[in-house]
């Protein structure tokens, strides 16, 4: 069965990382464009994560993973070699009920991270539901490069156009329209 897309809201969500190397660093650096609730386990550190610790104040405890650490987490990301340890995880995470990724381990994962690129509000995910990461990497790059760069100035002036017109069909076709028309001018 493959993943069902979804984006969701992480600003209140408690999100553990297990791991401090260079997978864990990426993970981390995506999470950040979401939310900066994220704490860090791991004995050690790239230089990189080190810095996002810093720089963002994130909670770090120097250790390994302890049954019951995922308490209180509504999301894992265990960003670890160790597969036994994945599983041990995974299989803790679903008396806790959160959402839990394992990096390359798709067996003990709810859910995977895509290939995406955000433009403030808008952001163009890609996944090939863990398949193929390397095209769906390199696919993300080649729509990236379609998305013009006055993007982010028009999704301003639809909102601002969504907030002061009154609900309804008229503004739902005024919409539609107006958005065709700026993607039909890119041509």
């Not at 600003?11 to 464009?33: C, F, P, R």
């Not at 050690?44 to 770090?60: A, V």
């Not at 995880?89 to 995977?112: H, W």
């Not at 863990?130 to 006055?150: C, D, M, Q, V, W």
Request: with cysteine; hydrophobic share 40%; glycine share 6%.
């Amino acid at each position: 069965m493959s993943y069902f897309p979804a984006f969701i809201k992480l600003d209140n969500s408690n999100i553990l990382i297990v791991g401090g190397g260079k997978i864990a660093t990426e993970k981390v650096e995506k999470l950040l464009d979401f939310s900066t609730n994220l704490t860090i386990i791991a004995p050690s550190l790239s230089e990189q994560m080190q810095g996002y610790i810093d720089h963002h104040n994130l909670p770090y405890h120097d250790r390994v993973y302890q049954k019951g650490d995922i308490a209180g987490f509504d999301v894992v990301i265990i960003a670890v070699d160790d597969i036994p340890l994945q599983a041990d995880i995974f299989d803790e995470s679903r008396n806790y009920r959160c959402l839990c990724n394992a990096v390359d381990a798709i067996d003990y994962c709810d859910f995977i991270f895509p290939s995406y690129t955000k433009k403030e509000d808008l952001i163009v995910a890609v996944s090939t539901t863990g398949t193929s990461p390397a095209f769906a990497k390199h696919f993300r790059k080649y729509l990236e490069n379609l998305i013009p760069e006055g993007v982010a100035g028009f999704l301003k002036e639809m909102k601002a156009l969504r907030s002061t017109m009154p609900k309804g069909k008229e503004r739902m076709q005024f919409l539609d329209q107006k958005a065709q028309d700026y993607i039909n001018s890119w041509r």
